[in-house]
């Protein structure tokens, strides 16, 4: 036989390039098995579902136990594109209660949907009536690829306080971005407690670990469910919202623009807070939310709005009270200090109006009377005296910082979203404005009054009122008063004391009983409750003046700090101290007396939304 | 036949390869335990149940053993003998299939008999491995002899091919293609093997790197110049008796080249097309004046080399869009990374090299692969069945499937040069040639390196026909291996 020793040296190459190929097959597969381990991470994608186990929301209650708002389980019909086999059509809108033209436009929008896929399950139809999910649940089975998710709608016992409950929505794409709890479909707090208090409502969510083959089919639970994690309820909320006076307190504003907020001074816990006009929060819930959403947002009177923590209003008369403790702080004037109103407040060439009433007058009498010459001249005292201060410049930062420990002019840190800070000027700005050392008191003298660039919320207001209520300490207004298995934040529980002595606040006090007893606050002389308060009429740009009222009962003790303030109303004594007096009323007596019932009557029909310049569209 | 193995007094396991016995048991054995893994399902049944993919493979593998003895008690002489007349009935059964078969999903490849159905392309591996090897054996046969002798040897070959293209299955007529390390073996000169290398790896640069521009030219483009330049510089400076022409050339290339690069610097861009061509041809017409000073003749391969390549490279483009079908194009370019079409062509390969990935060291354990067992992976039972090993077994299980392979690939070459037949010879070879291309296509496909061609793994994927073919391969040449000393 021949053999060919030359040719047999070719089995080298032969056997090389095996070698070689194996060699590139050992390193990729060294790679892929053990350099690279996102494979791991795909095929457990695949393999496993985890899919999500909702909690049910927390549920909230008003401050007597009362329960306002609750769960209602909702059902969504999702469809999995990729799964749907040809079916009866007619015959799943027949069940669904859907015309043709209806399931399209709806199957179409579907397809529209950012997050559209064939292979993920989208949501065609949400929120079933239990009755067509009880029909389709029956059917089900010849409709391959489609299923029921179950999810949680809230639900309203009493149609009230909207304002302060908020309502939950879908989360949005920034949603998802900003906290990394929130997936696609979920639903977070919108607006008031919803938002706010959005984490300890939402509770925990859970998983289950599904295996699943490459149809998507489900082929039951892994390790028989020892990876699941079972989902954690929300804490329930207990408001410090006393129901009844919130509708009570919504019922008087009913026709009018406006806020109440209503304060126990001693805990700062919020009794009432309405803002007018208001909504109705089964609204904002179920399929049709997205255009009654949009129905609000346009409404002229902007119900979305909550005044009663968001509209910054000059606090007009409202203001004095603040304006006498820092005169009294500051030893501009004492007690007995009185000034001199002819009609007004006239300097240099500038005149302030007043109302009839005797002269001079100390604080007193000034508060009673609410005299705007005393406060112009008190606040012109200090403004001008340079022997203390130097310039008109740092006495006017020594005013603001009382102020501002009262709680003007920043947040009070309320527990509610979108808090507005009302506005308080400082030096630096009347500087921009008029030049340094180019203003002095009569310049700005009618911020001594509450008016001009002052401005303050109604919450503001009613903290201020509370304060004086103390006798010299508050504690940040609340609306949530307790949450389950939690110790309350200590920002709720701690006092406040402003840069004011507590006997002037004694002072104060008794002004305010006088205007009350003789003043202008009369019409909430109770006879069997001690009031005391003051009344404001503030000017604004915008048409009629707004009636504002603050007060608080009773004197001694008192449990109830309430701030009215009602937009192009008139006077405070008009409007705002008749709903003041009949809140503080029904908050302390349960009832109104007989003998005032013509009032309530009176404010209860009462329209003054007319005045307001808004066009009803 | 009856009276040859009657006069056979000795036992007919004497003078077996033991080795190669163990590693088909073993490759059989591991083949059988992973396609009952491929195939079982969580709410599974039983191994012994004979419906099920894992039973039947039992039972085809017993049959397989029973062959495989069968095939030890013929005299190894038979073969030799009547190579011819069984390459003759395997081709007319190829034949007659293409009109018989039914359409099992568009290939006509499927001989049905009641229950059975056998693919005779498996069993024309081993009737052209005889055809071939009886060739190769005739009185005084040389390949380089004669032309002819070309021309049958690729008859033999491609009359498979083309009966088996017939049926619709392209990738078990691309096995046959591994012939060539046959002819290469006996003699066909290693240019052809060189030049087949060079033009698959002008096909991928070229159709993969079109991105990126050099000189106005696809990135590509611009490497295969590069490439055949220097392939002209090696040939030179292998083929003439100095290497001053190779030097020569090579200077030129690099000289221009340069300049080139500095005018490009100076915003001067020369069209790389008109470059190259322009001085590759300066360099073909510098290498003809040195042919004939020279007289070394060999010296005009290279310039045939230079002028095959280009013209290769622009014909790719052409072949690539307008030759191929879409489905295959797809194919090819999800092969080459160029393409990431998860969803349809390249789902398999995606969900394989998941299967393969996610088994990572020593792999998820026996039956707790998810992405087979939830049937992720299509076909993972056969072609794909190398994924299960990936994923149960890991890396371990991998690279000792890929051992056994390779071990098994170079004993059949070993045993191929210890043959004193030429017929034993090239009959080996064929064996490790299919061995070869099946190893490195249906493992290159399965982890993501080659385009995805249907062809199974031997001794693992499901299928009798696959496994009897290759058990017949390997008991015809362990007798024909056994009876080697009797020549002497």
Same mark, same amino acid.
């Given at each position: 036989m021949r053999k060919d020793y030359r040719l047999e040296k070719r089995k080298y190459v032969i056997a090389g390039f095996l070698l070689f190929i194996a060699l590139?097959?050992?390193?990729?597969?060294?790679?892929?098995?053990?350099?690279?381990?996102?494979?791991?991470?795909?095929?457990?994608?695949?393999a496993f579902l985890n899919k999500t186990v909702y909690p049910s929301r927390g549920l909230i209650y008003?401050?007597?136990?009362?329960?306002?708002?609750?769960?209602?389980?909702?059902?969504?019909?999702?469809?999995?594109?990729?799964?749907?086999?040809?079916?009866?059509?007619?015959?799943?809108?027949? %069940?669904?209660?859907?015309?043709?033209?209806?399931?399209?436009?709806?199957?179409?929008?579907?397809?529209?949907?950012?997050?559209?896929?064939?292979?993920?399950?989208?949501?065609?139809?949400?929120?079933?009536?239990?009755?067509?999910?009880?029909?389709?649940?029956?059917?089900l089975y010849r409709y391959p690829g489609f299923f029921i998710q179950k999810r949680i709608l809230r639900q309203y016992n009493h149609k009230t306080a909207a304002n302060v409950l908020g309502n939950i929505r879908e989360v949005s794409q920034n949603d998802i971005d900003n906290d990394p709890y929130y997936q696609r479909g979920d639903y977070c707090g919108d607006l008031g407690i919803e938002k706010s208090y959005d984490t300890y409502l939402r509770?925990?969510?859970?998983?289950?670990?599904?295996?699943?083959?490459?149809?998507?089919?489900?082929?039951?639970?892994?390790?028989?469910?020892?990876?699941?994690?079972?989902?954690?309820?929300?804490?329930?909320?207990?408001?410090?919202?006393?129901?009844?006076?919130?509708?009570?307190?919504?019922?008087?504003m009913v026709n009018k623009i406006g806020a109440v907020v209503a304060i126990q001074p001693k805990t700062g816990e919020i009794l009432a807070m309405v803002s007018s006009p208001t909504y109705d929060p089964t609204l904002l819930v179920g399929?049709?939310?997205?255009?009654?959403?949009?129905?609000?947002?346009?409404?002229?009177?902007?119900?979305?709005?909550?005044?009663?923590?968001?509209?910054?209003?000059?606090?007009?008369?409202?203001?004095?009270?603040?304006?006498?403790?820092?005169?009294?702080?500051?030893?501009?004037?004492?007690?007995?200090?009185?000034?001199?109103?002819?009609?007004?407040?006239?300097?240099?060439?500038?005149?302030?109006?007043?109302?009839?009433?005797?002269?001079?007058?100390?604080?007193?009498p000034a508060l009673q009377t609410s005299c705007n010459a005393f406060f112009c001249w008190g606040f012109k005292a200090m403004v001008d005296k340079r022997s203390k201060y130097g310039t008109p410049a740092e006495a006017f930062e020594v005013w603001k910082h009382h102020l501002v420990s009262m709680g003007y002019g920043y947040k009070l840190g309320v527990d509610m979203p979108s808090e507005s800070r009302g506005f308080l000027p400082n030096a630096p700005f009347y500087d921009r404005v008029y030049g340094e050392g180019r203003w002095s008191a009569n310049t700005i003298i009618s911020v001594s009054i509450g008016q001009g660039e002052i401005c303050a919320t109604p919450l503001q207001i009613a903290n201020v009122c509370a304060t004086i209520a103390n006798r010299g300490w508050f504690?940040?207004?609340?609306?949530?008063?307790?949450?389950?298995? %939690?110790?309350?934040?200590?920002?709720?529980?701690?006092?406040?004391?402003?840069?004011?002595?507590?006997?002037?606040?004694?002072?104060?006090?008794?002004?305010?009983?006088?205007?009350?007893?003789?003043?202008?606050?009369?019409?909430?002389?109770?006879?069997?409750?001690a009031v005391a308060g003051k009344t404001g009429t503030a000017q604004n740009p915008h048409g009629r003046d707004h009636s504002a009222f603050m007060g608080f009962a009773p004197y001694e003790d008192p449990e109830i700090a309430v701030c009215v303030y009602v937009e192009n109303a008139g006077f405070g004594a008009t409007f705002g101290v008749p709903i003041g007096s009949l809140v503080i009323e029904k908050y302390l007596k349960g009832e109104i007396a007989p003998e005032r019932k013509y009032l309530e009557q009176r404010m209860l029909e009462s329209n003054t939304i007319i005045y307001s310049g808004v066009k009803k569209h | 036949m009856e009276s040859r193995s009657t006069k056979l007094t000795e036992s007919p396991f004497k003078g077996i390869d033991w080795f190669t016995v163990i590693i088909y048991a073993l490759l059989v054995i591991a083949g059988a335990v992973s396609i009952y893994a491929a195939s079982y399902d969580f709410d599974n049944a039983s191994i012994f149940d004979f419906d099920e993919f894992s039973g039947k493979q039992l039972r085809w593998i017993g049959l397989s053993f029973i062959l495989g003895f069968a095939l030890l008690l013929v005299d190894a002489r038979m073969y030799e003998t009547?190579?011819?007349?069984?390459?003759?009935?395997?081709?007319?059964?190829?034949?007659?299939?293409?009109?018989?078969?039914?359409?099992?999903?568009?290939?006509?490849?499927?001989?049905?008999?009641?229950?059975?159905?056998?693919?005779?392309? $498996?069993?024309?591996?081993?009737?052209?491995?005889?055809?071939?090897?009886?060739?190769?054996?005739?009185?005084?046969?040389?390949?380089?002899?004669?032309?002819?002798?070309?021309?049958?040897?690729?008859?033999?070959?491609?009359?498979?091919?083309?009966?088996?293209?017939?049926?619709?299955?392209?990738?078990?007529a691309l096995v046959y293609l591994g012939l060539f390390f046959v002819l290469y073996r006996e003699g066909m000169s290693g240019l052809v093997l060189l030049s087949a290398v060079l033009a698959v790896a002008i096909f991928v640069i070229s159709v993969k790197f079109t991105e990126t521009m050099v000189l106005g030219i696809p990135s590509g483009q611009f490497t295969v110049y590069i490439l055949v330049m220097a392939t002209m510089v090696a040939m030179l400076a292998l083929y003439s008796k100095t290497t001053i022409t190779a030097r020569n050339t090579a200077l030129g290339f690099v000289g221009s080249g340069i300049i080139v690069w500095i005018l490009d610097l100076c915003g001067i861009e020369i069209p790389g097309n008109y470059y190259f061509i322009g001085i590759i041809s300066a360099a073909c017409i510098y290498c003809i004046i040195e042919t004939l000073r020279y007289r070394v003749s060999k010296i005009l391969a290279a310039i045939g080399a230079a002028v095959i390549a280009v013209a290769f490279m622009f014909s790719v483009n052409y072949?690539?869009?307008?030759?191929?079908?879409?489905?295959?194009?797809?194919?090819?370019?999800?092969?080459?990374?160029?393409?990431?079409?998860?969803?349809?062509?390249?789902?398999?390969?995606?969900?394989?090299?998941?299967?393969?990935?996610?088994?990572?060291?020593?792999?998820?354990?026996?039956?707790?692969?998810t992405q087979t067992k939830l049937k992720y992976v299509p076909e993972q039972h056969t072609d794909f069945i190398f994924?299960?090993?990936?994923? $149960?077994?890991?890396?371990?299980?991998?690279?000792?499937?890929?051992?056994?392979?390779?071990?098994?690939?170079?004993?059949?070459?070993?045993?191929?040069?210890?043959q004193p037949t030429t017929f034993g010879r090239v009959f080996a070879y064929c064996v490790a040639s299919y061995f070869i291309v099946h190893f490195c296509i249906n493992i290159g496909m399965v982890i993501g390196l080659c385009p995805v061609i249907g062809i199974p793994l031997p001794f693992f994927s499901y299928g009798g026909s696959s496994l009897w073919g290759f058990t017949v391969l390997l008991f015809i040449l362990l007798r024909i291996d056994a009876a080697r000393r009797s020549h002497h």
């Open positions: 590139i097959y050992l390193v990729r597969l060294f790679d892929l098995q053990i350099n690279d381990s996102k494979y791991k991470a795909y095929a457990d994608n695949n008003d401050r007597n136990g009362e329960l306002i708002v609750f769960n209602q389980p909702a059902y969504d019909v999702m469809m999995i594109p990729r799964d749907v086999q040809q079916f009866d059509t007619l015959d799943f809108c027949n %069940t669904l209660n859907l015309t043709r033209e209806q399931f399209d436009t709806r199957l179409q929008d579907m397809k529209k949907s950012p997050g559209y896929s064939t292979y993920t399950p989208q949501v065609l139809i949400t929120h079933l009536s239990a009755q067509d999910y009880g029909r389709l649940q029956e059917k509770g925990q969510k859970g998983v289950e670990v599904l295996i699943r083959d490459a149809h998507g089919r489900i082929q039951g639970r892994y390790q028989d469910g020892t990876l699941d994690v079972a989902p954690v309820s929300g804490r329930n909320l207990k408001l410090s919202i006393d129901l009844g006076l919130q509708q009570y307190a919504e019922s008087l399929r049709q939310r997205g255009k009654e959403y949009r129905n609000l947002v346009n409404n002229p009177y902007k119900p979305l709005f909550d005044r009663a923590l968001m509209a910054a209003y000059p606090p007009g008369s409202t203001f004095k009270p603040g304006q006498g403790l820092i005169l009294l702080q500051e030893g501009i004037i004492n007690t007995g200090t009185a000034y001199p109103c002819s009609h007004g407040f006239i300097s240099g060439g500038l005149r302030v109006g007043c109302h009839g009433h005797g002269s001079p007058l100390p604080l007193k504690i940040t207004p609340h609306v949530v008063k307790e949450i389950q298995d %939690t110790v309350m934040a200590p920002e709720y529980i701690d006092k406040h004391y402003p840069t004011i002595d507590e006997r002037w606040y004694h002072e104060v006090a008794e002004g305010m009983r006088m205007a009350v007893t003789g003043g202008t606050c009369r019409l909430t002389n109770l006879p069997d409750i | 009547y190579a011819y007349p069984i390459y003759t009935g395997i081709m007319l059964l190829l034949l007659v299939t293409i009109f018989i078969a039914p359409n099992i999903k568009g290939s006509h490849s499927w001989i049905v008999m009641g229950p059975m159905s056998i693919q005779p392309a $498996e069993f024309a591996k081993f009737a052209t491995a005889l055809a071939l090897a009886k060739l190769f054996s005739g009185y005084n046969f040389s390949l380089n002899a004669r032309t002819s002798n070309y021309f049958k040897a690729l008859l033999i070959i491609f009359l498979p091919v083309i009966l088996i293209l017939a049926q619709n299955e392209t990738g078990s072949v690539f869009t307008s030759v191929l079908k879409p489905h295959q194009q797809m194919r090819i370019k999800v092969a080459l990374g160029i393409e990431d079409d998860i969803l349809r062509a390249g789902y398999n390969v995606n969900q394989s090299k998941i299967a393969i990935g996610s088994g990572g060291f020593a792999g998820k354990g026996f039956l707790k692969g994924c299960t090993i990936g994923e $149960e077994q890991g890396f371990i299980g991998t690279s000792l499937t890929m051992l056994l392979f390779v071990m098994l690939i170079l004993r059949v070459i070993v045993i191929a040069e210890r």
